[in-house]
């Protein structure tokens, strides 16, 4: 249903180049974030600059940057003085840059953001030491097998800037999102300042929130919109959280994913909402609960006392494992009725613009 509503959509944003898909549909019913403004957005360098970066037939470049990569994909619309927005999505532990390309579908044709097709980026991790620490496999800053000292902080700043010098895009308008080890850096983008201005939203899904991807003192400087999937099905980041993993290592401690997304609630100033006999407000967690897919409960909580857009949206599917939701099961953690990019994700960010803050 949901499916062939958002293909009506798509088609008819074909038709009408200059109109934008409608962003109500999937936040629930309670909370419809206000549609910001079409405003052009924030020209990067790259709208006034040819760029020698040379795209494939299929629309992808790969880049390197230093000892790293990222896999860029442009869409077929994209248009070089036109300001296109950016989905950076990083990939989960032992995964690469075409995994996740493969898993999110951000690279998929005819999808918008702003009404225009978008920038999707799979930015390769570093080789770290593996679980066991003898072995070599890709990973993000913030877990126990991460590459010891390596920033991907300042390897995303430096990403965000060499697509900003290379394309056409609009700085307005950059969203941050990952899975498991990736939905962990994802966060700690969210809670470290700089990257929390960059990206104006952040979509980790089933992170993997140990103590490094997600500190204790996470201080964003903003309130920060956050998208949240979760598993109740994962064992690898198990939904209520763990003190140790299987073999009892402390460092694989993760939080209870409720608490997580309360904590962020709270960080965010979202407003308690007593019952409507009182009139008195706290600050605190008010979460309006809904099912917008088969077997999956959103809570959205309102931080309409910061601002009129912030939200964060957790959404907990009964039946999946350690996953991105799609409906082909794409990720090896079982099938969902919707596909959290298109059904969710990118309405989301849509709806999210740091021209709004
Ligand atoms: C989910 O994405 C896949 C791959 O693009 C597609 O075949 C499928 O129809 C999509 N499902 C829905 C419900 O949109
Ligand atoms: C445009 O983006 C630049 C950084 O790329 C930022 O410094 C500036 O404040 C932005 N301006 C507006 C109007 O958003
Ligand atoms: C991109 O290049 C890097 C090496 O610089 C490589 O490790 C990676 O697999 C490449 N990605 C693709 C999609 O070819
Ligand atoms: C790494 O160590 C583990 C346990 O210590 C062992 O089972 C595994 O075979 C080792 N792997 C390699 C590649 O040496
Ligand atoms: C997780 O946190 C929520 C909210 O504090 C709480 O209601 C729930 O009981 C916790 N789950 C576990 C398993 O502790
Ligand atoms: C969200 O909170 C604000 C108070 O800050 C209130 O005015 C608004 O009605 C609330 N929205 C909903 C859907 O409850
Ligand atoms: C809903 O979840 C239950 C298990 O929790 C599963 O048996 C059922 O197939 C799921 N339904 C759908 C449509 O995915």
């Not at 949901?2 to 019913?29: M, T």
């Not at 036109?82 to 493969?102: I, M, P, R």
């Not at 100033?269 to 407000?281: F, K, M, N, R, V």
Request: with cysteine; charged share 15%.
């Amino acid at each position: 249903m949901l499916f062939i509503s958002l293909s009506l959509l798509l088609a008819s944003v074909h038709a009408l180049p200059h109109r934008r898909i409608a962003a109500k549909h999937s936040l629930g019913a309670a909370y419809a974030v206000p549609a910001p403004s079409r405003a052009p957005g924030n020209a990067t360098a790259g709208c006034r600059s040819a760029s020698s970066w040379k795209f494939d037939d299929t629309n992808h470049a790969n880049i390197t940057l230093g000892d790293r990569s990222f896999l860029v994909h442009i869409p077929t619309t994209y248009h070089p003085t036109t300001q296109h927005a950016l989905v950076v999505s990083y990939h989960g532990f032992k995964a690469n840059d075409v995994k996740q390309e493969e898993i999110t579908g951000f690279s998929e044709e005819g999808l918008t953001l702003n009404g225009r097709g978008l920038v999707a980026v799979y930015p390769n991790g570093q080789f770290g030491p593996g679980k066991d620490g003898n072995e070599s496999i890709r990973a993000w800053e913030g877990a126990p097998y991460s590459p010891p000292g390596v920033d991907d902080i300042a390897f995303t700043q430096q990403m965000v800037q060499s697509l900003s010098d290379n394309l056409c895009l609009d700085s307005n308008r950059f969203y941050a999102s990952g899975k498991s080890n990736g939905g962990g850096l994802t966060n700690l983008l969210a809670c470290t300042p700089a990257t929390a201005k960059l990206f104006a939203a952040f979509a980790p899904v089933s992170a993997a929130l140990y103590a490094g991807a997600n500190p204790q003192n996470c201080k964003p400087g903003r309130a920060v919109p956050i998208i949240n999937f979760h598993g109740l099905a994962d064992t690898i980041i198990p939904f209520d959280g763990q003190a140790a993993d299987k073999e009892g290592r402390t460092e694989y401690a993760t939080p209870n994913i409720t608490q997580y997304r309360e904590a962020w609630a709270d960080r965010n100033g979202c407003i308690y909402l007593p019952p409507a006999d009182s009139s008195s407000t706290t600050l605190g967690v008010f979460a309006v609960v809904s099912h917008p897919h088969v077997n999956t409960t959103l809570k959205t909580s309102n931080c309409s006392a910061v601002n009129t857009h912030t939200v964060v949206n957790g959404f907990t599917v009964a039946d999946l494992g350690h996953s991105w939701p799609t409906t082909l099961g794409l990720d090896g953690g079982g099938i969902t009725t919707f596909n959290a990019t298109t059904a969710n994700i990118l309405p989301f960010f849509d709806s999210q613009s740091m021209e709004m803050d």
